[in-house]
């Protein structure tokens, strides 16, 4: 199987592959999101890691990730928000995954993983702010994917509860949100060159906020420019909506998120 890695970025569809036994990675990212009319709508980015507030935001993601065998990782992950800001911490977003791939066709290119993933709480302010939910969120994602010689395709089915402290706000909101969430996704991946891989990831996720309708959308088009074998560049585009007329150009998006960062292995 490929050691190439998405993980959390730049898409949001994770892949079956693994860092190599003893093997390290670093993403680095930078994104922007920018809310369309206040909404409150939930950017889909990676379970543990939506941002619920009304405002516009921009924040750093970093995540490690370790090779425990050729078919086992761990990672942690945070994220550092520059904006919004106030009277709490600027790290948010403390998450902790293993991913396990637990079967693999090397001749047809099949391989299934599964990641079960812990979110630790945010502080109360946070959750008021939407950088996080201050209570123990926890989940698993179930990744299937298939490779060819230029084209991968990726499928995601995620499950996070998501309880949150009821005696505060999420996103400044007083809503009542669904703590049982559900995303479901798929991204096929081109290689265009030796070094330029070109992606499109779409899904559907519960949203949260109970007052609202069930499902949101997403889709959300990528660039991997692999400067070296183990450095690449990587940046997305997404528009968040309630349907996919939203997501694509012809009407108006929810929100839309800007992303560019780098990964490097070593």
């Known amino acids: 199987m490929p050691t190439l890695v998405f993980a959390f970025e730049p898409l949001n569809t994770d892949d079956a592959g693994t860092v190599k036994a003893g093997g390290n990675q670093i993403e680095q990212y930078f994104f922007s999101i920018n809310r ?9 980015i990676t379970p543990g890691e939506e941002y619920t507030g009304r405002t516009d935001a921009k924040a750093f993601p ?3 990730t370790r090779g425990l065998s050729d078919q086992v990782e761990a990672s942690v992950s945070a994220t550092y928000f520059n904006e919004p800001s106030g009277n709490y911490s600027k790290f948010a977003n403390y998450v902790l995954a293993s991913k396990w791939r637990f079967y693999e066709d090397g001749d047809q290119g099949y391989a299934l993983a599964i990641k079960p993933t812990v979110v630790l709480p945010a502080g109360k302010q946070q959750q008021v702010a939407g950088l996080g939910l201050a209570a123990f969120n926890y989940g698993v994602n179930f990744i299937a994917s298939k490779y060819w ?21 999420v996103g400044t909101s007083t809503d009542l949100n669904r703590t049982n969430i559900f995303l479901v996704s798929i991204a096929p991946v081109w290689s265009i060159s030796k070094s330029l891989k070109i992606a499109l990831d779409v899904g559907a996720a519960t949203n949260p906020p109970s007052s609202e309708q069930y499902l949101s959308h997403y889709a959300l088009i990528a660039g991997i420019y692999s400067l070296t074998d183990n450095i690449d560049l990587g940046v997305s585009y997404m528009r968040t909506g309630s349907s996919y007329g939203e997501t694509f150009a012809a009407q108006q998006a929810g929100a839309t998120r800007s992303e560019v960062g780098v990964t490097w292995r070593f």
């Open 36 to 44: 369309q009319g206040g909404s409150q709508q939930a950017d889909i």
């Open 62 to 64: 970093f995540t490690y």
């Open 149 to 169: 010689q230029d084209i991968e395709l990726h499928l995601n089915a995620v499950y996070m509860r998501s309880p949150y402290n009821t005696n505060y706000s």
